[in-house]
């Protein structure tokens, strides 16, 4: 979605008829990217990227029969196996898709999505999907309503998501777009230059310092979205480094070292003025146990660790030991 931003600016400044589309529910497809979404004009020209473009046509075929005097229309769309199969998706799929006019999606929404904001959509449709009513929220607020509420907890795990609330008034869909996790990786050398790549590969901002003063200021400027990952193990680093993060409050802390190491960064702590209770805070070995000797699969354990955190789920458990849903 923060892609279309520019694009979608553009067409509004030029006057341009243009619709944005984007799922309310989903079964199927395998893997999906939630902030899957495209623009479209009534003369099927197509931005963005939903389902590996297959049903680009067919959304400008509704862009271009959309009706007078409406704000909103959901689309059915399916595909099945061979047509999942010719379009690379893993599998086929049922979706109901949301197609807006871009006059009635607030201008702010584009503006905070290209700045980079923590921000949700929260767009409410009568009962006859035929006219819709969006506002923006923003990270942190006082949520008046179910919907913002959702909205706001999405936000809170860093993870872009997308739900739909059903009630006696219509739909309500929440988009939320919170602002990518800020690695600051405490400590330089391999392992901070190979999790600053993971971080990449999840789209993530990765910052390395090698510094009390420059984690800090980092840790204060980016409060909302950081993580620390201290790989240091100097004293007049890491536990300053760590008393900094357990103050701002940052959705993730964990530090690298041994048992022993870790007992030094307690006492340290501790001696600092942080309580028991902020230092269970900390996650401290970093990372999963997934068995982890190199750097590489090091790396993967530490961000696997902030995914789960994030993502407030329970990364003991396998996947095949579950019953929940597999997604976000």
Known sequence: ???????????????????????????????????????????????????????????????????????????????????????????????????????????????????GAGVALVTRLNADADQAVSHVVRAVGTPVSDAERRAEEILGTHRVGRDALYGDAGLVLVEAYPSAPCLVIGGGGELAQIIARQAEL?????????????????????????????????????????????????????????RRTQARRREGLLAAGVTEAELRAIHGPIGL?????????????ICAEILSVLGTRDAAKALRDTDGPLSG
């Open 202 to 258: 999840l789209e993530w901002d990765a910052v390395v310092v090698e510094s009390g003063a420059a984690a800090a200021k980092l840790l204060r400027d980016r409060r909302d979205a950081a993580c620390l990952v201290m790989l240091s193990h100097e004293p007049d680093f890491d536990v300053p480094t760590l008393r900094t993060a357990l103050a701002e409050g940052v959705a993730y802390v964990g530090a690298l070292g041994s």
């Open 1 to 115: 979605m923060r892609e279309l931003a520019r694009t979608a600016r553009s067409w509004i400044a030029e006057g341009r008829t243009g619709f944005l589309a984007r799922p309310v529910t989903e079964q199927g497809f395998g893997p999906r990217d939630p902030s899957g979404a495209v623009l479209v004009d009534p003369r099927g020209e197509c931005v963005g990227a939903l389902y590996r473009g297959v049903f680009d046509a067919e959304l400008a075929a509704e862009a271009a029969a959309f009706p007078a005097g409406a704000t909103a229309r959901v689309c059915e769309v399916s595909v099945g196996a061979a047509e999942a199969g010719q379009a690379r998706l893993t599998c086929g799929g049922q979706a109901e898709v949301l197609l807006q006019p871009l006059t009635s999606v607030p201008g702010e929404w584009w503006d905070l999505l290209a700045d």
């Open 289 to 301: 146990d997934l068995g982890a000797r190199t750097p590489a699969e090091t790396a993967l354990a």
